[in-house]
């Protein structure tokens, strides 16, 4: 995985993820009903509807943080933008890690996410500031989870719909919201096989890219069952060690006007890139 690699060499050392979970379960009150009912709720059938909920409910904010671990070094990947859900399409800014010497060495990334593509702008060595670099995410070892810096909100839902297991922890505060936190094991493999169209081909590259198909999440649902927090434990091979992969997504402010529009052909660099 070229992209990870270049992250990897990079060797920032990075704090512990932006999105935590604050305050603790316990709070009293009239939603008090509404969060009982979920916790009495079947926790792998929460889950697993956890994409189609999102498509339900169109578009939302979104931030991202991809922390990766590996011989001493770690990284984070910080993201943010919008997505629609409806649409499958978002638009995120990527910013790699600050390095030992207190300077990432380049500027923010731009990325469009699309059904079957990823577009990066200020992405890759000798591409033009105007040109966009496409890549085909099933075309990619990862399908997309780890390579882009920030796992495709769509996927790291549609990735829900693999869980063979799923306990209910316990209800927590998450940006003023209480949600009902929920932790399992998920299977990519099986995901494809149950993802929407626009996922399943992305999703089946990672279920044959990765050494592993069990996933280990962390998914927090709000009262209506969308999901506003998710994280994903991943692990790979990269020459020879093991990387260890922790990716998280934040939901919120749904409904909040996205607009995605893909570069023209001509936008697009056709030449060599070098990561």
């Given at each position: 995985m070229?992209?990870?690699?270049?992250?990897?060499?990079?060797?920032?050392?990075a704090?512990?993820?932006?999105m935590?979970v604050?305050?603790?379960?316990g709070?009293?009150?009239?939603?008090?009903?509404v969060a009982?009912?979920?916790?009495?709720?079947?926790p792998?059938?929460?889950?697993?509807?956890?994409a189609d909920v999102?498509?339900?409910a169109?578009?939302?904010?979104a931030r991202?943080?991809m922390?990766?671990?590996?011989?001493?070094?770690?990284v984070t990947?910080?993201g943010?933008?919008?997505?629609d859900?409806r649409?499958?399409m978002?638009?995120?800014?990527?910013?790699?890690?600050?390095?030992?010497a207190?300077?990432?060495?380049?500027?923010?990334?731009?990325?469009?996410?699309?059904p079957?593509a990823?577009?990066?702008k200020?992405?890759g060595?000798?591409?033009?500031?105007?040109?966009?670099?496409?890549?085909?995410?099933?075309?990619?070892?990862?399908?997309?989870?780890?390579?882009?810096?920030?796992?495709d909100p769509a996927?790291?839902?549609?990735?829900?719909?693999?869980?063979?297991s799923a306990?209910?922890?316990?209800?927590?505060?998450?940006?003023?919201?209480?949600?009902a936190?929920?932790?399992?094991?998920?299977?990519?493999?099986?995901a494809?096989?149950?993802?929407?169209?626009?996922?399943?081909?992305?999703?089946?590259?990672?279920?044959?890219g990765?050494?592993?198909?069990?996933?280990?999440f962390?998914?927090?649902?709000?009262?209506e069952?969308?999901?506003r927090?998710?994280?994903h434990?991943?692990s790979?091979?990269?020459?020879?060690?093991?990387?260890a992969?922790?990716?998280?997504?934040?939901l919120?402010?749904f409904?909040?006007?996205?607009?995605?529009?893909?570069?023209?052909r001509?936008?697009i660099?056709?030449?060599?890139v070098?990561?």
């Open positions: 070229v992209v990870q690699q270049h992250w990897l060499r990079r060797g920032a050392c704090a512990a993820a932006v935590g604050s305050g603790t379960a709070c009293s009150g009239g939603g008090d009903a009982d009912a979920r916790a009495g709720a079947d792998l059938l929460s889950v697993r509807k956890a999102l498509a339900e169109g578009t939302a904010k991202t943080a922390e990766t671990a590996a011989g001493g070094t770690r990947i910080r943010e933008g919008g997505y859900f649409r499958a978002g638009r995120l800014r990527v910013v790699l890690p600050i390095d030992p207190g300077s990432s060495g380049q500027q923010p990334i731009t990325e469009l996410l699309a079957g990823l577009y990066m200020d992405r060595a000798g591409v033009p500031p105007d040109k966009w670099v496409r890549v085909d995410t099933a075309a990619l070892t990862d399908g997309n989870l780890v390579t882009g810096g920030a796992t996927a790291a839902a549609e990735l829900l719909r693999g869980a063979r306990t209910f922890v316990g209800h927590v505060e998450l940006a003023g919201v209480r949600v936190h929920y932790r399992g094991v998920t299977d990519i493999a099986h494809a096989r149950a993802a929407s169209a626009h996922a399943r081909g992305a999703l089946t590259a990672a279920a044959k990765f050494d592993e198909d069990a996933v280990s962390d998914a927090y649902l709000d009262s069952g969308r999901l927090k998710v994280r434990q991943f790979f091979a990269n020459q020879g060690r093991t990387v992969v922790a990716s998280t997504t934040l919120y402010e409904g909040a006007p996205v607009v995605v529009r893909l570069p023209d001509r936008d660099y056709a030449g060599r070098r990561m």
